[in-house]
């Protein structure tokens, strides 16, 4: 069974940073992109950033210079190191793994409240 635990979400001043983890389990880390998604309030969901196995990235562009993703093959987890966030960032943050192989194999992550408010 797969499982993506998300942590390291809550409340900071714009501004601020935060970094959020996801630890997956029930899956061979290594064949899955990895990617960190974001849903506010009265929005669809938004790919944030995304890191293939061998660690090229896609981030999007309003958090390009902002966000880093990195991963750690060896202990099946995923960061997101976020800096001078501002309000628009308001949002529940999602992990994400996609298979390399199976389409069908798109797991998610129960997420996690990120709130930049003064």
């Known amino acids: 069974q797969v499982q993506l635990v998300e942590s390291g979400g809550g409340s900071v001043e714009p501004g601020g940073s935060l970094k959020l983890s996801c630890a997956a389990s029930?899956?061979?880390?290594?064949?899955?992109?990895m990617g960190w998604y974001r849903q506010a309030p009265g929005k669809q969901r938004e790919l944030v950033a995304s890191?293939?196995?061998?660690?090229?990235?896609v981030y999007v562009d309003s958090v390009k210079d902002r966000f880093t993703i990195s991963r750690h093959n060896a202990k099946n987890t995923v960061l997101l190191q976020m800096n001078n966030l501002k309000p628009e960032d308001t949002a529940v943050y999602f992990c994400?793994?996609?298979?390399?192989?199976?389409?069908?194999?798109?797991?998610w992550g129960q997420g996690t409240q990120v709130t930049v408010a003064s």
């Open positions: 890191i293939r196995s061998g660690g090229s990235t």
């Open positions: 029930g899956l061979i880390f290594s064949f899955y992109t």
């Open positions: 994400n793994a996609k298979s390399v192989l199976t389409a069908q194999n798109d797991y």
